[in-house]
C-alpha cells in the first residue's frame, strides 16, 4: 500500500509550500517522476513538446499499474487516484503558468536546456522552484539562464522511482541554503531518499560510479572480446546482482545512453564508437524496455529466465 503524507513540512520556521508541480519532459523517468508525485498527493502537469509525445506519457504512466501493484503493493483506487491528479499539455505557458515546482526532465543537451529555462523563466511564478533530472550536467551551467539562480538546483532521479527511490539533490553556489532543504523536504513527501551533495559534481554519485562501469561493459563489446549477453552473464553470476550492465542500459534506456556519451565525445573522443553503436540500435528503433527491446527483448529478458547463467 503507498502510504501518502500530508506535504507541509515543518524544519523550524521552515514551511514547505510546493503544491503544484510541473514535470517538462515526459519521456521514461519524467513520465515516472510525474506519477510518482501525483500518487503522493500533488497536483501534476505533464508538459511535452507536441501532442503525440504527451499521448504517448498518458499511456506510458497508465503503463506503470502492474508494476505499482506487484512491487509495492499499490492498489487500484490508489493508483487511480495518482492518475486523477495529472493533467497533459504542450503548451509550456499553460505548463508552468501555476507552477510551484518545475522539474526538468528534457534532453541532455545544455543548448536545449538553456532554451528551455530561459523561456520557462519568462512563464513560470516568480516564486517558482526549477530543478533539472540531468545525469551529467551541473546546476551552475544553466543558473543564468533561469534568471532565479537562488531558486534553481538539480534533483536526479534513478530509474523505476517507485524501486530505485534516491534523489540526489544538488545546488549550485547560489542556491538557497533554504531552497535546498524544501526540495529535499519535496523528495521526502514523494517516497524517495534524498542524497544530498555537498558541491557540484558530475555524474553526481551515482553516475559517477556507474557510468564508467557501463563504459567499461561497452568497450569489452566493442574489441569483440565478449557479446553483451555474456558480459551481463558474468557480472551477474560473480555478483549476484540482479542486473548486467546491457540489462542496465535498457532500463534507463538507450536514447539516454546515447545523449550521455555524446556529450562526453568533446573532452572524450575514444567514445565515439560507443556512440556510434548506440545511434544504430536508435536507428532500428531499439530504444530499451522503452520500446520492447534493446540489448534484450521484454518484457521476458533473458537475464530473468534461470536457464541465463547456464547458457
Known sequence: ?????????????????????????????????????????????????NQEAVDKAAERIKGLRHAYRTDIDATDEEFNAGIARLRFTDDLADAVKDADLVIEAIPENPKIKRDFYKKIGNLAPKSAIFTSNSSTLVPSMFAADTGRPKQFLNMHFANQVWLNNTAEIMGSPETDPAIYDEIVAY?????MI?????????????????????????????????????????????TGSPFGPFGILDAVGIRTAYNITAAELKDHPELQPIADRLKELLDQGKLGMESGEGFYKYPDPEFKKPEFLNE
Open 1 to 49: 500500500m503507498i502510504v501518502v503524507t500530508v506535504f507541509i513540512y515543518n524544519k523550524g520556521d521552515f514551511l514547505m509550500a510546493i503544491k503544484k508541480v510541473t514535470v517538462a519532459g515526459s519521456g521514461v523517468l519524467g513520465s515516472q517522476i510525474a506519477f510518482q508525485s501525483a500518487c503522493s498527493g500533488f497536483d501534476v502537469t505533464v508538459y511535452d513538446i
Open 187 to 191: 523528495a521526502r513527501q514523494i517516497g
Open 194 to 238: 534524498p542524497i544530498q551533495l555537498k558541491k557540484e559534481q558530475p555524474g553526481y554519485i551515482l553516475n559517477s560510479l556507474l557510468i564508467p562501469f557501463l563504459d567499461a561493459a561497452e568497450q569489452l563489446w566493442l574489441k569483440g572480446i565478449a557479446d553483451p549477453q555474456m558480459i551481463d552473464r558474468t557480472w551477474i553470476a560473480a
